[in-house]
């Protein structure tokens, strides 16, 4: 009896225990979504509120506004309402207003959204538009740039203000200097000779006779490069913002700055005009040059084939030659076909005499100089580099200054004893290769250059001039010049060939028996003269390189460049 009684006690206690586990309500489906849907911001919230909620059934605790500035508060996440102004800015709508108020319709546009839109009380005037398909920061810029009403934005509020005077500072970041340089070439052929007599006659006679020697020169060329762009700069501005009264322009040169007082579209055309002008000054070009010579083979004596260039089996390479006005010559009346040998047919264009550029659409030097190797014994002059920015004038010189007498006075002084003053000039005359470039680079990397290489080389000559039965000696200077001033155009890493600069020399042997060769009359009889003429054209290499602001691979290639030539000097 007594188990069975602990038995039933058992049976009792499991059907309570179960019924208490069926009383349990099951959630719904539609339940459990919407909690799943819950984020942790309404959790969160939900349970301040109960927090709060308690508190303030706590006898004796402050009211719920005091909790709050007394708790630091949680601030839900408004990432949602952010993207939700951006989907009502990027919404679209079709527009159609006339004669509308100014005011009426800056506020129509921002019923029943959450954009706010503030009218400051001097902006009048109507305003008539139709426009399909467009959103609000579309409007807002068309409207400024049509009717001239300013706004402002911040975050999601526009502030439409009027047309005001203002004043803005731009910064501009380029030196302070007033750069100027000045290339010549001229042809100097002879002198030409002015006799002035005067006479006149009365008991007496008076004569008066001058002259005087002019060099004439047959063919002279000057390119001038000035620089002032300070001073050119607020000319440009004054000229954007026009002469009304209020406006002004002020630059500081040594700090690099310019304030402009206009209205506010004038001040945006200033800051695109500012914004262009510094990305145009700031193009930088690297110009690589060879300057070469090749003493030319008996077969190449017509000069250098460069059409072979084009055979060497290499594609992406062109060619072509500057084509002077109408194909004939600005010095002749008539057209001067070039007469290279092995035409490059169509792409041939008439030039002047036989200086010629050559455009090669590639980056390496190597396949021009084997192919003058092919012609004749190359050897390069000289390789310099060097870097400069738009529209300067990059000049490099490589030889030595030589001092000559120019000219001889002499000053007489009589007195107690006669004393005679000799004066003598001397002029410094440059032996070497002296190379300027002036480059112009547009948007598309492609350059425009201003090239004048000059290859001199100057001896000592002895003059004797006989007057009166008396003979003078002078040292005068020879000089030999070979030098071309051209404009030219080439892409980025396009290398341009000026060539068609020839010399003829002769190199004379002479051998013979020693002393027996020296004695007068009989001596050509021991020894033999050898003369060997030789012809030898000079070829100009240039290959322009532009920087580009985001690309550093050309000024690392260049570092390591240098850094394997200083290497190999060790």
């Not at 409207?143 to 526009?158: C, H, I, M």
């Not at 659409?361 to 190797?373: A, K, M, P, Y």
Request: net charge neutral.
């Amino acid at each position: 009896m007594k188990h069975y009684f602990v038995f039933k006690i058992l049976i009792v206690a499991l059907t309570i225990f179960l019924a208490a586990c069926n009383s349990t309500p099951k959630k719904s489906d539609e339940q459990n979504t919407k909690a799943k849907k819950r984020g942790p911001e309404a959790y969160i919230a939900e349970a301040l509120t109960v927090d709060k909620k308690v508190d303030s059934e706590i006898p004796g605790a402050p009211p719920a506004a005091v909790q709050d500035a007394m708790l630091p508060g949680y601030v839900v996440s408004d990432s949602n309402k952010t993207a939700g102004i951006k989907k009502l800015e990027q919404e679209r709508f079709d527009i159609n207003v006339a004669k509308l108020p100014a005011k009426t319709f800056f506020m129509s546009l921002i019923q029943d959204s959450s954009i706010n839109m503030i009218v400051h009380p001097d902006v009048v005037g109507v305003i008539t538009l139709d426009l399909k398909r467009i959103s609000i920061p579309e409007l807002m810029e068309i409207v400024r740039e049509v009717y001239g009403y300013e706004y402002e934005r911040q975050g999601n509020s526009y502030m439409v203000l009027p047309a005001r005077l203002q004043s803005k500072i731009f910064y501009v970041n380029y030196l302070n200097i007033d750069r100027r340089g000045e290339s010549n070439m001229r042809v100097t052929s002879g002198q030409l000779a002015d006799t002035n007599n005067n006479g006149s006659s009365n008991n007496s006679s008076n004569r008066n006779d001058s002259s005087s020697a002019q060099a004439f020169e047959s063919t002279k060329l000057r390119t001038e490069n000035k620089m002032d762009f300070w001073g050119n700069l607020e000319a440009s501005l004054r000229s954007i913002i026009g002469e009304s009264a209020g406006r002004s322009v002020v630059t500081n040169a040594q700090a690099g700055l310019v304030v402009v007082r206009a209205l506010p579209a004038e001040l945006r055309d200033v800051g695109r005009f500012l914004a262009t002008a510094n990305t145009s000054l700031h193009r930088q070009v690297i110009l690589e040059a060879k300057i070469i010579e090749v003493e030319l083979s008996e077969t190449h004596q017509a000069g250098i084939n460069w059409v072979a260039l084009n055979q060497s089996g290499s594609t992406n390479r062109t060619a072509s030659q500057i084509e002077l006005v109408n194909g004939n010559s600005e010095f002749y009346d008539n057209s001067l076909a070039s007469t290279l040998p092995g035409a490059l047919g169509s792409d041939i264009i008439k030039g002047f005499g036989n200086v010629f550029t050559y455009a090669v659409t590639g980056n390496d030097f190597e396949v021009i100089l084997r192919l003058l190797d092919t012609q004749g014994t190359a050897n390069v002059l000289s390789s310099p580099r060097i870097s400069t920015v738009n529209n300067q004038k990059a000049v490099i010189k490589v030889g030595s200054d030589e001092y000559f007498v120019t000219e001889v006075k002499s000053t007489t002084t009589t007195g107690t004893s006669t004393t005679t003053t000799p004066e003598i000039t001397l002029t410094p005359f440059f032996s070497g290769i002296a190379l300027d470039v002036t480059p112009q680079i547009d948007e598309n990397g492609d350059v425009i250059l201003h090239v004048h290489p000059s290859v001199s080389e100057v001896k000592d000559q002895i003059k004797q001039i006989t007057l009166a039965n008396q003979t003078q000696v002078l040292p005068l200077a020879f000089s030999t010049v070979r030098e071309s001033d051209s404009i030219i155009k080439a892409k980025n890493q396009q290398i341009v060939v000026i060539g068609g600069l020839m010399k003829d020399y002769t190199i004379k042997n002479e051998g013979g028996l020693p002393f027996l060769k020296d004695l007068p009359l009989i001596g050509h009889l021991f020894k033999h003269t050898q003369s060997i003429k030789k012809r030898n054209e000079l070829v100009i290499l240039l290959k322009p390189t532009v920087i580009d602001d985001g690309a550093n691979e050309v000024w690392d290639n260049d570092r390591e460049q240098v850094k394997q030539r200083i290497s190999n000097f060790r």
